[in-house]
């Protein structure tokens, strides 16, 4: 799941596909791809709860007492139902990956640029494009918020960064995304709101594992994590299982 951009387009890369240092464990095996560690907040990743429609950057930490509260009051408002059977998913009954004509009006949709492009023009820095182009990210520098790694990265290098789905279109179509139309599908699949560009590897690490069964390595963001998936959870109406929303309160203190 990867890409960037929008009304806060900040700086980009090009990314391939799917979802790991210090004060930061694994709760699944596989580790991630990438450079050298980096803090977690680098100045330019925002909380998710400054960022309700996903078209700022990043995944900032939520340390607050007080935000931490809003959090978990967010959270409280998620519905919870057992997981569905995977019968009959596709990833093209989202539509085809990274396209640019959603038609429920999320941000970036119809602006010229594929999904993934503008994901990484709005979460990359140093961001260059290929040669002709102001939309293709040919090369850029990503502070992966999953696993605090600076990841430097390239086109011709493409599977180190990948665009996480946070709430995986597997699990939205065992939680109830099976029902939707194809045009709400193609919202989820496409919408900032749902996307952050992350190590390669650990994406894939995670699957479609829900919260209680997958935390990002870095314990820091886990509340924030937790936050965003509650935000697309919300504005979807699409519930959770009874463990991933007491795994998600837990993270921010609950």
Same mark, same amino acid.
């Given at each position: ?28 095996? $596989? ?8 803090? /977690? ?42 997981? $569905? ?38 979460? $990359? ?45 597997? !699990? ?16 989820? /699949? ?9 190590? $390669? ?23 924030? !994590? ?9 504005? !979807? ?18």
């Amino acid at each position: 799941m990867v890409q960037l951009r929008g009304g806060v387009a900040v700086a980009a890369l090009v990314v391939v596909t799917v979802t790991g240092c210090q004060g930061m464990d694994v709760p699944k095996a $596989g580790s991630a791809s990438g450079s050298s560690a980096a803090g /977690a907040g680098d100045g330019h990743a925002v909380s998710p709860l400054d960022n309700p429609d996903g078209t700022r950057p990043g995944l900032a930490p939520i340390t607050s007492d007080a935000d931490r509260a809003r959090a978990r009051a967010l959270i409280g408002k998620v519905a919870t139902k057992g997981r $569905g059977p995977k019968t009959g998913y596709a990833r093209d009954k989202f539509g085809y990956a990274w396209m640019d004509s959603a038609p429920g009006g999320i941000p970036y949709a119809h602006n010229g640029c594929d999904t993934r492009n503008d994901l990484l023009k709005r979460d $990359g820095q140093s961001v260059r494009f290929r040669s002709g182009s102001n939309c293709v990210v040919a090369s850029m520098t990503l502070h992966d918020p999953y696993t605090t790694k600076t990841i430097e990265w390239t086109k011709s290098r493409a599977t180190m960064v990948q665009i996480d789905h946070v709430m995986p279109l597997s !699990y939205d179509w065992q939680m109830g995304a099976s029902r939707w139309t194809k045009d709400k599908r193609e919202d989820i /699949a496409n919408d900032p709101l749902n996307l952050i560009p992350v190590d $390669g590897p650990t994406n894939g690490a995670k699957s479609d594992s829900g919260p209680a069964t997958w935390l990002p390595p870095n314990k820091q963001i886990r509340c924030s !994590y937790s936050v965003r998936v509650a935000q697309v959870s919300l504005k !979807y109406e699409l519930p959770v299982t009874a463990a991933d929303k007491q795994m998600m309160l837990e993270q921010c203190g609950g």
